[in-house]
């Protein structure tokens, strides 16, 4: 087993490398740069150069490509053009008001769905199961944003429950305990969109996987021996169930961290999705870029894990 | 009187009739056949097709038709469904944003289907060096921004002049080859479970080709996954059609889809004061949603009977 | 991964509709585009539809659900797209963070609500008479918000900020021809010959060659504190003062309390500043979105927004009663490109025959409805540039358009196409996607084209493909917007300009720009500029679409605002009090 892992990490190194030439490549095949994207009407063709030599833009991208990779080895990911600060300080700044949400959502959404996928396939066809299974289904046709919509009209205009939008009440200057509850509030509604648009899914990979196991001839016998059908269930079935779901879990991890662009915008949360968002728009590649490195990474460690996991949790696998 | 008897040759293919098993496809069929649910699936979906391709004939209504005159009426007598912002009937936008939805959607997935299941099967199996390469081609996927490609992408089929109704199929292509990875993944691990198996035993012993045990024992055991992904796949891709549309790979205005009909609400006045916008085509996807897993029930009961209930 | 994929789209989408072109000019102090500004008389219009639409809709009871406003005694909640945190007038790109900065850094002089210029810091300005002069005196009583005098060293320190070579701001410092100031640039020179303290609070200033923009170029300038910001600076190296970009410190009617990114600005009125002491002690930049900021302004949580102009979002505003609806023109227009350089377009009666073809008042109405009007000149009708004065209106007219193909060689084929020399007379027309008015005008051009001969074949683009595109010149017609500056001045219709996109050439209109740039006399330019107009407008370079309104909604408890197209709204923070 470790000499798996140390073998995936190893292997880990090219795959950056390869990722780190390709992505680079794209950002320059992407049309424009910082200066067109700016669209400022008075610079004079000289003033045009000049900045982009200042930028770095005029240097040929070989040369580019290798400054950018070397000074990424030591952590420095460069210059944002449109924040004008590092990098790092950037998505330093803005990441961990993404995480949080994403945290609570990514806990609550399996949580339900490990649940509610159990109870649908134990009662496979009742009216519980149906119930559930066309909820999942309306969820998954309308894009996010419309839930985002729907919540701020009932939670936040209507029942004037929540605050609209946003991280924190404007103005108030709340330390400590007060500033976790004043966040814990205006992250509400963000978070039970964000799990109501997850757990559909969920729901529908877990269900699946304990309608596989539910079947099998050892649930049977289990059942037979006379224990309780709570055990049954979560003793046995669940944790065989959950096996595909190791898979998924790998992709969470970039989740975390990689920010929800339509709903920051809808609830105005000072996420990195809209940062990146932006910095696609503008051109800003030195953002786009690191950004890019960081959630490549996080992909690459989140499939590593959830591969041990898997080969942890199923015995018959035998991982080489 | 006397039955006519049945010559030799005759007696012999009766026999053989009996005799020779039918293959796990054709009992798969046949039983697919016999479920409802399913059938009511392949009905929806086979209605909804021939309603969009032919409906629009029917219309009073064209395309490029504004009526600013009309514009934002409720369902009436005139416009079935309403108009929209630029007096457009509803209705036949939603037909034909379906040609357009209902096509991405089914392409789309069956490509990211095939080649993710395949690409999974074939890690899985093979394990080692297959597996190695394909799963770390797998990463490279994921991690690309997705985003930054497509806009290129946009911009180097703008500068080949490619004609913009083409523009479609490179659009399904493309929503097809990057959702792959998920997939594959899934199928994966499960073909890494279900080779170590008994019946896998057997088929070493009947010296299966590699190939047949793929495809006719190792992935009939992950078509459940499958399905669940295929479903959710259709979803997403009508609904990410519609994203793509500003970066040059969509349809292009005036042309609908039900994504870009759906989004033409993304503001809280037009969401609260005119459902009638967003609701057809949001129903339009719940239905097809709906329809194709029915469908994929009906194929998994039919190719593994230990899954029905009844 | 496809949720993800959906989730980038669906946002882009929003942004799809970006204008080009910020209107910053290499002023600092200029105003930088598509935001607010209403003015707070109606303006001359030219259609009566527009008479209702546009101008000021005051509040009719601001006491009826309002609580939440006015429980906020003290403060008020400004709702603004988020700033960068780059805040200091040198180094700031974006309309938000000069929000920011109108409140901390005022300038030697200021915009007036017509565009013109007024004394601020500085009290007196002295111009020689070969106008390569210029003598600013800075008030005596002008300090900084830590009790520090604003001195003319300050204003020194500050333009070699500007001319220093690591300058990477969005100004063009060396355009401004301060003597001395190419060879700062380039170090061999230590200080800026060309600049003189004279004493304490006056700073003399010589040009090699002036303009009309001279004296607003070098007035624009908001002296940075030479002991606060300059502490580490080194000629060359700028890199020290950008650390102060988020810690900010002027002589401004505010100072800068707390910056959370992404979220808010909070400010606290400066009990020095020259002017008098601000009547809110406190203001709150709040960043909002257009998904939520009108129904912000309705629960009151919002004081202020920029509200996107469409009859509905006009509509809920006034309904809220308490609320100051202000809709004034804004400062640009969008047009659609032809490359001039390509020989389909090259002749001037097929320019004019696409601009008679193609009805604008409809696809300006269906996009804007009575908000936005069909223009025939590049520039905004409230500017003292704007003429009516023979121009032609291009009114829409097909026969006229089919006579002008006919006359221009293009004869109509057996397919309905129009043909010429064997070539068909077909269009690739790019635009942004989920735009308004894109989703009205291709529609009606492809129509309109239709019926006179021509093939539009449409595509929709990111907006820096467009523009990319355009700069290499490989296009046929695109759709686009312009901010405008206050000054008429423009690299847009000049030959190779920097800014000209179409390829138009015109060595007369080439002439008239250069004249009017140097005039200094403001009714001589007038005149100027209405001829280089006409002649534009006969040319028709490009089909001239519309000039849209912008909206701020202002809760009616804030009174004194002073806002135009060219004097925004943070202009006004230092003199608005809370009258409830």
Redesign the interface.
């Known amino acids: 087993m470790s000499q798996y892992i140390i073998r995936r990490l190893l ?1 880990m190194i ?2 950056l490398i ?2 780190s030439i ?2 680079f490549a ?2 320059q ?4 740069d910082y200066i ?13 150069a000049q ?1 982009r030599a ?2 770095g833009l005029d240097l040929p991208p070989v040369q580019q490509y290798f400054v950018w990779a070397k000074n990424m080895l030591v952590g420095d990911l460069g210059q944002s053009l ?4 590092p990098v790092t300080k950037v998505i330093n ?2 990441v961990w ?1 993404s995480f949080i949400i994403a945290f609570f959502s990514f806990v609550f959404s399996w949580i339900i769905a490990a649940f509610v996928g159990v109870f649908s396939a134990q009662f ?2 009742s009216f519980f199961d149906k119930v559930v ?2 909820l999942v ?2 969820l ?7 839930i ?3 919540a ?2 009932y939670f ?2 209507d029942m004037k429950l929540l ?6 009440t ?2 108030l ?1 709340a330390t400590g305990w007060a500033y976790i509850k004043d966040v814990g509030l205006h992250m509400f509604m963000p978070v039970v969109v964000m799990t109501t ?1 997850s757990v559909g ?1 969920l729901t ?2 877990f269900r ?2 304990m ?2 196991v539910i ?2 001839d050892y649930i049977r016998t289990a059942r037979a021996k006379g224990l309780k059908e709570r055990t049954v269930i979560f003793k046995h079935a669940f944790r065989n169930a959950l ?2 779901a ?3 879990l ?2 969470e991890l ?1 989740g975390l961290f ?1 920010g ?4 920051e ?2 609830f ?1 949360w ?2 990195i ?3 990146y ?1 932006a910095s ?2 503008l ?1 800003d590649y030195p953002l ?1 870029l690191g950004f ?1 490195m960081f ?2 990474v996080l ?2 460690l989140g ?1 590593l894990i ?1 591969d041990v996991l ?1 080969g942890v949790a ?1 015995p ?3 991982l ?1 | 009187m006397e039955q006519p008897s049945l010559n030799r040759t005759e007696q012999l293919q009766e026999q053989l009739k009996i005799v020779k098993a039918e293959s796990p496809w054709r009992i798969a069929i046949r039983r697919f056949a016999k479920n409802r649910l399913a059938l009511i699936g392949l009905i929806i979906l086979f209605i909804m097709a021939i309603i969009c391709a032919f409906g629009p004939l029917f219309s009073p209504y064209e395309l490029n038709q504004t009526n600013i005159k009309d514009k934002n009426l409720a369902p009436n007598a005139q416009y079935w469904l309403g108009t929209d912002k630029l007096g457009r009937d509803v209705l036949l936008r939603v037909m034909l944003a379906g040609r357009i939805s209902l096509t991405v959607g089914l392409v789309a997935t069956a490509i990211s289907v095939v080649i993710g299941a395949t690409l999974g099967a074939v890690a899985g199996f093979y394990r080692r060096f297959a597996d190695t390469i394909i799963m770390r081609i797998a990463d490279i996927f994921l991690a690309l921004p997705t985003l930054p490609i497509l806009i290129t992408l946009g911009a180097i089929l703008s500068d080949l002049k490619i004609e913009p109704s083409k523009r479609i199929y490179f659009l399904m292509l493309i929503i097809g080859i990057l959702g792959w990875v998920g997939l594959a993944r899934l199928v994966r691990s499960q073909i890494l479970t279900l080779r170590e198996q008994e019946f896998m035993q057997a088929t070493e012993a009947l010296g299966l080709r590699d190939s047949r045990k793929i495809f006719r024992h190792l992935l009939p055991n992950t078509v459940p996954i499958i399905i669940v992904s295929a479903t959710l796949g259709v979803a997403g891709a009508i609904l990410t059609e519609s994203a793509l549309s500003f970066l040059g790979l969509g349809v292009v205005p005036p042309t609908p889809s039900w994504g870009n009909m759906i989004n033409a609400a993304n503001n809280l006045i037009d969401f609260r004061k005119r459902p009638w916008i967003w609701i057809p085509p949001g129903v339009c996807i719940l239905v097809t949603v709906t329809a194709i897993n029915l469908i994929g029930d009906g194929l998994r009961d039919a190719l593994d009977p230990k899954m029905k209930s009844r | 991964m496809l949720v993800t994929l959906m989730a980038f789209g669906s946002i882009l989408a929003a942004c799809g509709g970006e204008e080009a072109a910020s209107t910053d000019t290499t002023t600092p102090t200029e105003t930088a585009t598509d935001t607010t500004t209403p003015d707070e008389t109606a303006t001359e219009e030219t259609g009566t539809d527009s008479e209702s639409a546009i101008g000021l809709t005051e509040a009719e009871d601001i006491a009826t659900g309002n609580d939440t406003a006015l429980a906020r005694t003290d403060s008020a909640i400004i709702g603004t797209v988020a700033p960068q945190g780059i805040f200091n007038p040198l180094f700031h790109q974006t309309s938000y963070d000069f929000y920011v900065d109108y409140l901390i850094f005022p300038s030697l002089t200021k915009v007036k609500t017509d565009g013109t210029y007024e004394n601020d810091l500085a009290d007196d300005i002295k111009i020689s008479d070969d106008n390569k002069t210029y003598t600013f005196h800075i008030r005596d009583d002008a300090n900084y918000s830590d009790g520090t005098p604003v001195k003319a060293s300050d204003y020194l320190f500050t333009m070699k900020l500007y001319m220093d070579a690591s300058y990477d701001g969005q100004s063009d410092p060396l355009s401004w021809n301060v003597v001395g100031a190419d060879e700062y640039n380039k170090g061999t020179a230590t200080d800026i010959s060309g600049i003189k303290v004279i004493d304490d609070k006056t700073v003399e200033v010589t040009v090699s060659d002036y303009d009309a923009m001279t004296q607003v170029n070098l007035g624009g300038i908001a002296p940075l504190s030479e002991a606060y910001y300059g502490a580490n600076y080194k000629q060359g190296e700028i890199a020290s003062v950008k650390e102060f970009n988020t810690k900010p410190m002027g002589a401004g009617p505010y100072k800068l309390t707390k910056y959370a990114a992404g979220q808010e600005v909070d400010f606290e009125a400066n009990e020095n500043y020259y002017d008098g002491a601000p009547k809110i002690p406190k203001l709150i930049y709040k960043v909002t979105t257009d998904t939520t900021n009108l129904a912000m302004l309705q629960n009151g949580e919002s004081d202020l927004d920029n509200i996107t102009v469409t009859e509905d979002n006009v509509e809920e505003l006034k309904a809220a009663g308490f609320l100051d609806v202000n809709i004034l023109k804004n400062n640009g227009y969008g047009y659609v490109a032809m490359n001039n350089k390509n020989p389909m377009f090259a002749d001037v009666k097929v320019r004019q025959a696409l601009t008679y073809g193609l009805n604008r008042a409809e696809v300006v109405e269906a996009a804007y409805g009575p908000y936005a009007e069909v223009i025939n000149i590049p520039q905004s009708d409230v500017s003292w540039a704007y003429t009516s004065e023979n121009i032609d209106p291009y009114d829409y007219d097909i026969e006229k358009a089919k006579a002008l193909l006919d006359e221009a060689g293009w004869v109509e084929g057996s397919d309905g196409i129009r043909e010429k020399d064997g070539k068909k007379f077909e269009v690739n027309f790019s635009a942004t996607a989920e735009n308004p008015v894109v989703d009205a005008l291709i529609p009606i051009m492809t129509q309109n084209y239709e019926e006179l001969g021509v093939k539009l074949i449409v595509e929709t683009l990111d907006f820096n493909a467009i523009m990319e595109k355009k700069d290499r010149g490989d296009y046929d017609m695109f759709f686009a917007a312009w901010g405008l500056t206050p000054d008429p001045d423009s690299t847009v219709y000049i030959t190779d300009g920097a800014q000209n996109n179409s390829g138009y050439s015109n060595p007369k209109v080439d002439e008239l720009y250069k004249e009017g740039k140097k005039e200094l006399d403001l009714e001589k330019r007038k005149a100027i500029y209405a001829e280089a107009y006409q002649l534009i407008n006969a040319d028709a370079p490009e089909i001239l679409m519309y000039q849209r309104t912008n909206m701020l909604g202002i809760n009616g408890r804030l009174d004194g605002w002073d806002v135009s197209p060219y004097k925004d709204f943070p202009l006004s923070l230092h003199q608005v009090e809370i009258a409830q």
């Open positions: 292997q090219p795959t390869g990722i390709i992505v794209i950002s095949l992407v049309p424009g067109t994207a700016t669209q400022n009407p008075n610079l004079t063709a000289e003033r045009i900045l200042l930028y449109q924040h004008q600060m700044t803005y008001n496979q066809y299974t066309l289904f309306l998954m046709s309308l894009p996010s944003f419309f985002g919509l729907l701020i009209k936040a205009l605050p609209t939008g946003g991280m924190t404007a103005g200057n648009l899914g529908r990979y699946t996987g309608l596989e079947r099998q096996l595909p190791i898979t998924l790998g992709f970039p990689g929800a662009m339509i709903l915008r809808v105005n000072p996420g999705g809209q940062i968002l696609l728009n051109r786009m890019t959630l490549a992909t690459l499939n959830s898997y199923d018959r696998i035998r080489k």
